[in-house]
């Protein structure tokens, strides 16, 4: 039904943004779903929201899939991630930290995006950490290998 066609849209990495928002909401609307399948509806439509820059409205999203699922890490996940691409680095972290905590399918990502906000908002020490665990957690990820290149250490002697 139109569930699976927004998650596929949100796992394509499309680009007609419009159209496959347009999805995720018709199937909101129209279609009867679990309260799980909900949540993870309204995931995906955020994902596609945040991808087409419309940060407030996938937050929107990610409040209500967490409405229906109060420990869903995806939703917090992403919510973090909209928070970071808001620029609002410190608010990013709770999120973050709750889908690292709940063990997010995608681990890897919740430890890169919390580096972000962490070395935004001065915490040096725990960005290096993060991105070194999201390397581990994704042997070989360029992003977070390009990240981890910036740090230089000193001697504190």
């Known amino acids: 039904g ?3 066609e927004c998650y596929q ?7 007609n943004f419009r159209i496959a928002e347009d999805i995720c909401t018709r199937a909101l609307r129209e279609q009867a779903m679990t309260r799980k ?21 996938s937050l929107g999203d990610y409040n209500e899939a ?4 109060p420990e869903l890490p995806e939703a917090f996940l992403n919510k973090g991630a909209a928070l970071i691409y808001s620029k609002d680095f410190s608010s990013a972290l709770s999120p973050l930290d709750r889908a690292i905590e709940l063990e997010s399918t995608d681990l890897f990502a919740a430890h890169y995006n919390r580096a972000i906000a962490r070395e935004n908002i001065g915490n040096i020490n725990g960005a290096y950490d993060d991105f070194q665990t999201a390397l581990e957690l994704k042997p070989g990820w ?8 910036r740090f230089t250490f000193e001697d504190a002697s």
């Open 2 to 4: 139109l569930g699976v």
């Open 37 to 57: 399948n909900r949540a993870a509806t309204y995931v995906n439509r955020g994902v596609l929201r945040m991808r087409a820059g419309k940060y407030a409205e």
């Open 142 to 149: 360029d992003l977070a290998e390009r990240q981890l290149t």
């Open 9 to 15: 849209e949100a796992k394509r990495n499309t680009s």
């Open 66 to 69: 967490l409405k229906l699922q």
